[in-house]
């Protein structure tokens, strides 16, 4: 297995943009993870899903941050508007719930 | 609110010496454990799992205990070397919350040769 899969793997924006991040969980595992890691804050769970449907969303930050996984095989974080303080390393991560967790490469967001 | 607390945050030693990394968490009821490698620039790699039933897990020269009532856990490294170089991040998951990961903030540990 290819592992997860996230894209792109940097992006580089300008303050107001909108931005999309994806990922492609390991088939068959049945829970996904979007985490946010900084130096401030270290690593945080923004929001979670099993078997595509959100279970707690109460780590993001607020409401410029939307996820969806339309299928078991896709996810996206989308910020709109974004802002220079949400730039980060942006993991996603996927597992069979009780198991261990695969992280993603990241994504490395600058907001300019 | 689970809790989890690493210490210490950074550790320098030369090649061949034996570690122990800590970790402590705030509420005893977790499903598991387990510790993760963060290389520069990369994503986490699993290390050990351990169940909430399990007292220790063991990888090569690593080895992690752990004390649920306590609420601690240890990574032991057995004869360290410079490509063990990373930060060790510990998290635990809570049966309320099957799945959910709860992370401290990890150990920087350098190995020089």
């Known amino acids: 297995d290819a592992g997860v899969i996230q894209s792109p793997r940097h992006e580089v924006t300008e303050m107001g943009q909108e931005v999309t991040l994806r990922c492609k969980p390991i088939?068959?595992?049945?829970?996904l993870f979007w985490y946010r890691q900084t130096m401030m804050r270290g690593l945080e769970l923004l929001i979670y899903f099993n078997n595509n449907v959100p279970i707690d969303d109460s780590g993001m930050p607020e409401d410029r941050f939307s996820a969806k996984m339309p299928n078991a095989s896709f996810s996206t974080l989308k910020i709109q508007p974004s802002e220079p303080r949400d730039s980060a390393v942006y993991f996603c991560?996927?597992?069979?719930?009780?198991?261990?967790?695969?992280f993603g490469p990241g994504t490395r967001l600058t907001v300019l | 609110k689970q809790e989890v607390t690493q210490i210490p945050a950074a550790l320098s030693v030369p090649e061949g010496e034996n570690l122990v990394l800590n970790c402590s968490f705030t509420d005893s009821a977790i499903y598991n454990l387990q510790w993760f490698r963060q290389d520069p620039g990369k994503g986490l790699t699993s290390l050990l799992l351990i169940q909430s039933s399990q007292r220790e897990q063991t990888s090569g020269r690593l080895n992690a205990s752990l004390d649920k009532s306590s609420g601690r856990s240890t990574l032991y490294i057995a004869a360290s070397q410079p490509g063990d170089s990373a930060t060790y991040l510990c998290a635990v998951t809570r049966g309320s919350t099957l799945g959910r990961l709860y992370f401290g903030r990890g150990t920087q540990l350098t190995v020089w040769p």
């Open positions: 991560a996927s597992t069979n719930t009780g198991d261990t967790q695969y």
């Open positions: 088939s068959g595992h049945n829970s």
